[in-house]
């Protein structure tokens, strides 16, 4: 299935993360951080996608599928095979099974229901071969959308939580995958004709285009009275509040994901978009693509741990270490599991030590000469390398990758200070008088403008503040309606309860969360109602229940992630709104959180039993459930897709939240994250390590100088990767004055912005209340009816008493004033 670590045909055996080592099996240290060959991409193949709807537990469910389609073709007096059936007659077959979804009877709905998956499954049990599936799930699909399937769904789903919530008294409290029978099944179907219509969008000349166009208009329409992504979230909300827990939230999840990526667009439209709207604001266009740049980077080698540096330290010892290792290397000391190796030998605990680093590869393996020679049977071992004979480092690249950029704002800020320091006056907005600054400083103006960049984000907030300034004569004149304004318009007035929902299934997907942290049940649609009897039954279910949190983790980041850039490109207010209630739902603490832990381990992680993904489980002969059955398959690769995808989104997230926030930047060095942050460097991959080197930048300004000295290498690796802004002083060793009032006034600030702007924009009566003539006419202010409450009414005596009664008021005062 390609670089995704899900696939499901042969490959080599690979060391299983999922249980203990065995008698037999050695591991190599040096597998412990290889470089990864991920590619990042909006999503995985479309295989791994739809494989991923599936939990292990539904498996018995395909066969409920095939059934009801057998007993519907019998009914219909057509034979039970879909292939053998004309164009025209299977239309006539999807006609009626629509006319059967609006029929008051549960059981023929249902059964009308399973016969539609069955069909947007690929008909899979006349099928051979998983291509052949793909091909007829495919033409299915098409077929079901363009006769109105996704539309009648939407409805049942509407239907489906109007009678959860009627039932909500009567809901018992351990929920289970049959109380979200009817659910899986309109969701399963959403997804598929989503997912199938996001790949045809990628490929320009399919004769089905026509269908794609059609669907992403009819998904930025609501539905009743509201869009279906916002529909969705508010199914998420009910979860979290707890009124539906037999919500398949995993389901849930993915078809939203998918849905604001076919309606919002990918990253290719995101591209797109900006050199648009650089273009009609006459900004130059960006010529550095990011995931590009990073493509031709190589990763660093991790950071080592704290014992080694402590050991590099003291010479006296190291004698006496070198004979351990020398002893360990020929007795082969073997792992209990990958996870107790990773905790106990690379203990970080940076903010200590006082050593200097090495960025040399800090394990090596043996020659295969050496080890066919000690165990013909352990094929790899473990060996810790020597650290007095580093290998020699990988060449330094001729230049930088990234241009350097600047901000007006950074300008601004220069030209006061040498005024000021030469001249001994300042210009507030003359950015044009240069008189009397000596010769080298005209020459730093003149670099700093060749490299000023301005961004969108500061055109927009520039035109909110004229807007501000002079409304009436500055006003707004009409707001394009892209696909992002009308969501964000659509979320607006509940935005702040979706962020903290979605965060809370994050909290409860996170690997680091117990039982005690949260209080939902993101289980419903994957424990069965029988638990299971047998060691094997067992391991198959704590496989499905890890697969299933990490599938939720992937779908939150990536939703996050996916609103956060287009209401960022759309208006900055618009993602400063997202973004202010993401941090006061604590997401900054939760994704560090979520990095303290063996993030190694995490990376390779191997929940997936190729066998048991959709469609192998129900094409050809099945074999029983043995032990070996659950590694047939096992990809080569030493990574799971998902686990690094979410990663990545994690830190991207992070960023967008921290960058040019100094309070924010500032929660991250009180949660203490920059050795969390530097353990992540143990992952060989460019891109999430250039993210990871981007948030220590950040930070290191107010680490301190110990932590400058002691993480040298580090700093190197900031300055060899990531983009330089002129004018900052990241790297400086004089300590900063840090401010935390003028940190918490900047947020103030912004805070207010962004309730104006959504006021004015989307208010009702903005214009009244700002604009408006103040009434100072006493008989008319009189003259108006006034609401009063219940509350009032009753205590209108105790009203009395206390504000006429027993008050003085000078009237002549105040009918004068």
């Known amino acids: 299935m390609g670089t995704n670590g899900n696939g499901r045909r042969g490959g080599a055996k690979q060391l299983d993360v999922r249980r203990p080592m065995e008698e037999g099996e050695c591991m190599s240290l040096n597998d412990e951080s290889p470089e990864l060959d991920f590619v990042y991409d909006d999503c995985d193949s479309q295989a791994n996608e739809i494989a991923e709807l599936y939990s292990y537990t539904e498996h018995p469910e395909f066969q409920f599928n095939v059934k009801a389609f057998e007993d519907i073709m019998e009914e219909f007096n057509f034979p039970p095979s879909w292939q053998r059936l004309t164009n025209q007659q299977q239309r006539s077959v999807v006609m009626k099974l629509l006319d059967h979804l609006d029929v008051a009877v549960t059981e023929i709905r249902m059964r009308a229901m399973r016969c539609i998956l069955y069909l947007a499954q690929g008909c ?53 995958l049959a109380d979200s029978t009817n659910l899986r099944v309109i ?70 994901w998918k849905i604001l990526l076919v309606y919002l667009g990918g990253s290719k439209e995101i591209k797109e978009r900006k050199a648009k709207l650089r273009e009609k604001y006459g900004l130059p266009p960006v010529t550095e693509d990011t995931l590009e740049v990073i493509k031709g980077m190589r990763s660093s080698s991790p950071p080592p741990s704290a014992a080694d540096m402590i050991e590099n330290q003291n010479p006296g010892q190291r004698k006496l270490k070198e004979n351990e290792r020398a002893l360990r290397r020929q007795t082969f000391i073997k792992q209990t599991s990958l996870d107790e190796s990773d905790e106990q030998i690379f203990t970080d605990k940076e903010e200590t030590g006082n050593g200097s680093e090495d960025y040399s590869m800090e394990f090596q393996s043996m020659s295969n000469e050496g080890m066919q020679n000690m165990n013909q049977n352990c094929p790899d071992y473990m060996y810790i390398k020597r650290f007095d004979s580093p290998p020699p480092p990988p060449p330094l690249p001729r230049c930088l990758p990234w241009r350097s950029k600047v901000r007006q704002k950074d300008i601004d800020m220069f030209l006061d200070n040498v005024r000021i320091k030469f001249v001994g006056y300042s210009l507030p907005g003359d950015r044009q008088t240069i008189a009397g600054l000596p010769q080298p400083i005209h ?85 069965p109602e029988e638990m299971p009897m047998t060691v094997l039954q067992s391991l198959k279910l704590g496989i499905d229940v890890n697969r299933h949190k990490e599938i939720i983790v992937k779908a939150v980041t990536a939703i996050l992630l996916l609103l956060l850039k287009h209401f960022k490109l759309n208006h900055v207010y618009q993602f400063e709104f997202m973004s202010q209630h993401l941090v006061f739902a604590n997401c900054m603490p939760l994704v560090v959180k979520f990095f303290n832990q063996n993030i190694l381990s995490y990376i390779g992680a191997k929940n997936t039993i190729p066998i048991f993904d959709f469609p192998a489980c129900v094409i050809g002969e099945q074999p029983e459930l043995t032990k070996e059955c659950l590694e047939i398959g096992d990809s080569p690769v030493p990574y799971s897709w998902r686990n690094v995808f979410s990663c990545i989104n994690l830190l991207r997230i992070l960023n967008k ?11 991250l060095v009180v949660v203490k994250s920059s050795p969390i942050l530097k353990r992540t460097l143990k992952v060989r991959h460019a891109l999430m390590q250039f993210y990871v080197l981007k948030l220590l930048k950040m930070q290191t300004k107010y680490l301190g100088r110990q932590w400058r000295k002691t993480n040298m290498k580090t700093i190197s690796a900031i300055y060899s990767k990531v983009r330089h802004r002129l004018n900052d002083d990241w790297a400086f060793g004089n300590e900063i004055d840090a401010r935390p009032w003028d940190f918490q006034d900047e947020e103030c600030a912004l805070k207010v912005s962004v309730d104006r702007f959504n006021q004015r924009r989307y208010g009702t009566d903005y214009l009244e209340s700002e604009l408006s003539p103040v009434d100072t006419d006493i008989n008319s202010v009189l003259d108006v009816n006034v609401e009063l409450d219940e509350e009032f009414k009753s205590n209108y005596e105790l009203w009395l008493d206390q504000e006429v009664y027993n008050n003085e008021i000078n009237w002549d005062v105040l009918l004068s004033a």
């Not at 799930?137 to 959860?164: D, H, K, Q």
């Not at 807007?467 to 007035?493: D, F, H, N, Q």
């Not at 939240?657 to 929660?667: D, S, V």
Request: proline fraction near 4%; glycine fraction near 4%; aromatic fraction near 8%.
């Open 657 to 667: 939240l921290t960058k040019w926030k100094n309070a924010r930047i500032m929660m």
């Open 124 to 176: 899979w049990a006349e099928m051979q071969s998983d291509t052949e599936q793909a091909h007829w799930a495919r033409i299915n699909i098409m077929t079901l959308y363009e006769m109105g399937t996704f539309s009648a769904f939407v409805e049942l789903l509407n239907l489906e939580i109007v009678r959860s919530n009627a039932a909500v008294a009567s809901r018992k409290l351990a929920e289970s």
């Open 187 to 256: 969701l399963s179907v959403l997804y598929l004709i989503t997912e199938h219509m996001r790949t045809e969008k990628d490929n320009p000349n399919s004769e089905y285009i026509h269908l794609f166009k059609t669907f992403k208009e009819e998904i930025g329409t609501p539905f009743g009275e509201e869009l279906l992504p916002v529909k969705l979230l508010g199914m998420v909300t009910q979860l979290c509040v707890g009124t539906t827990p037999h919500f398949p939230m995993k389901k849930v999840l993915l078809l939203l």
């Open 443 to 527: 020459e730093g103006i003149e670099i700093l403008k060749k490299h000023m960049y301005t961004s969108l984000a500061e055109v927009q907030a520039e035109r909110e503040i004229e807007i501000a300034r002079s409304p009436l004569t500055r006003g707004e004149k009409e707001v394009e309606e892209t696909e992002a304004e009308v969501l964000y318009r659509a979320m607006l007035s509940n935005l702040p309860q979706y962020m903290i929902a979605l965060l809370k299934i994050l909290l409860a997907a996170t690997p680091t969360s117990t039982a005690k942290t949260y209080s939902m049940n993101i289980m419903a649609d994957v424990l």
